[in-house]
């Protein structure tokens, strides 16, 4: 070999011995963590090895022996919360198993609560908690949550975990009452409770509504009234509320409560609906008759008499005085005679024998027959309409 040959030689292997040499030196240069301080090298270390390690678990779950995931409860209640308050529980997660158990948080129901793991990783043996965390809001209800815990055991990979409770109530009132059944005109008066389940105490400051003579008042109620029983109730009052609808019928509208906590700081509008209905004071009865057309007689000939008989009660007050005030058409003779029982009487009608041809079947043109007490007609009274006609036979 040329003493060129081997210069040759000589420098190719010098670069082979150096790139080799730099190559394992590049290969043993290890960058230390952005953001971790030399002190808690270690401990990141550790998370990053078992971040891997439950990826691994996760990824290879059908090769490796089973991770048992077991929990005592996967529900808890906290009962009755505060509004605006949080609460948090921890639930026990067991590795029964006889491989590494991964854990990793999912999704929840709500933005309202949040789930933290103790370990991520459990060895077989061991055990750690998850904790819910639940910040609960201002509305009134029954609340329930959940949060989905996601494991390595093939036979349960996803763990629902639930944390449940009812939000106290500020101020707790019905959305609706009814008003007893009246006659028009006569006075209804209804009660309805409204509570806190959080203020000691608090005043009803006024009540809105369009009712016909329209009162209230409210009165505190005792804690041990038994309507409170299943209310939880810190202080609680019975609103009385009283009208007199004038027309006969259903009524219904809205009251508007405003109310003030005891130290003044916040002030409630509660809105509650209300509804009645009122009757007229005197009824009819008979097999005859329609609710809405009356009675109707059909067409009658002139050549024999006709009687027909009602029966009438009158609602309420029964010592009033109660007479036929009128009728139409005057062919027909209206009397009323007391029954048995107070406030009851038969109504009877006679159309006498060869009364005049007569039409009232029309819708513009019928009879009617009124019947109440003459010294208080206009509220105390009530008729039927009467549909029919009489027609002389010709001779």
């Given at each position: 070999m040329s003493p060129s040959s081997k210069r040759t030689l000589l420098i190719i292997g010098s670069l082979a011995a150096m790139i080799t040499v730099a190559s394992g030196v590049s290969l043993s240069v290890q960058y230390k963590?952005?953001?971790?301080?030399?002190?808690?090298?270690?401990?990141?270390?550790?998370?990053?090895?078992?971040?891997?390690?439950?990826?691994?678990?996760?990824?290879?779950?059908?090769?490796?022996?089973?991770?048992?995931?077991?929990?005592?409860?996967?529900?808890?209640?906290?009962?009755?919360?505060?509004?605006?308050?949080?609460?948090?529980?921890?639930?026990?997660?067991?590795?029964?198993?006889?491989?590494?158990?991964?854990?990793?948080?999912?999704?929840?129901?709500?933005?309202?609560?949040?789930?933290?793991?103790?370990?991520?990783?459990?060895?077989?043996?061991?055990?750690?908690?998850?904790?819910?965390?639940?910040?609960?809001?201002?509305?009134?209800?029954?609340?329930?949550?959940?949060a989905i815990l996601q494991t390595n055991d093939p036979t349960l990979p996803e763990i629902e975990i639930k944390v449940k409770g009812e939000i106290k109530g500020e101020l707790l009132s019905p959305e609706t009452i009814t008003f007893p059944q009246r006659n028009v005109a006569e006075t209804t008066h209804a009660r309805f409770i409204v509570c806190s389940q959080v203020w000691t105490n608090f005043e009803v400051e006024n009540i809105e509504c369009g009712a016909e003579d329209?009162?209230?008042?409210?009165?505190?109620?005792?804690?041990?009234?038994?309507?409170?029983?299943?209310?939880?109730?810190?202080?609680?009052?019975?609103i009385h509320v009283i009208t007199t609808p004038l027309e006969q019928g259903r009524f219904s509208g809205n009251m508007e409560l405003v109310i003030?906590?005891?130290?003044?700081?916040?002030?409630?509008k509660r809105t509650v609906s209300?509804?009645?209905?009122?009757?007229?004071?005197?009824?009819?009865?008979s097999r005859n008759i329609h609710r809405q057309d009356g009675l109707d007689i059909g067409t009658l000939t002139n050549n024999k008499s006709y009687e027909f008989h009602l029966v009438v009660r009158t609602n309420g007050d029964t010592s009033r005085k109660i007479e036929v005030l009128d009728v139409m058409p005057k062919i027909i003779n209206a009397s009323l005679t007391p029954l048995k029982t107070p406030g009851n009487f038969r109504l009877s009608l006679k159309i006498p024998q060869d009364s005049p041809t007569t039409i009232f079947n029309m819708v513009e043109k019928h009879g009617y027959?009124?019947?109440?007490?003459?010294?208080?007609k206009n509220q105390f009274s009530n008729w039927f309409p009467i549909h029919g006609a009489v027609v002389e036979l010709s001779k």
């Open positions: 963590p952005y953001g971790v301080p030399d002190g808690r090298r270690a401990e990141y270390e550790r998370k990053i090895a078992d971040l891997k390690d439950r990826e691994y678990l996760f990824q290879n779950v059908d090769k490796l022996s089973e991770a048992i995931a077991y929990m005592p409860d996967t529900t808890h209640d906290f009962g009755m919360m505060d509004p605006h308050g949080t609460a948090s529980h921890q639930f026990e997660i067991h590795n029964k198993g006889s491989a590494p158990l991964a854990l990793k948080m999912g999704t929840t129901t709500c933005k309202c609560t949040a789930g933290k793991l103790g370990s991520s990783l459990l060895q077989p043996g061991e055990q750690t908690t998850v904790e819910l965390t639940w910040n609960t809001g201002y509305k009134v209800d029954e609340y329930e949550q959940s329209f009162t209230w008042y409210a009165e505190p109620l005792n804690e041990h009234d038994p309507r409170l029983a299943d209310k939880q109730s810190a202080y609680a009052v019975e003030r906590s005891q130290d003044g700081t916040k002030t409630l209300y509804s009645g209905k009122t009757r007229s004071p005197i009824s009819f009865y027959v009124q019947v109440g007490d003459p010294s208080d």
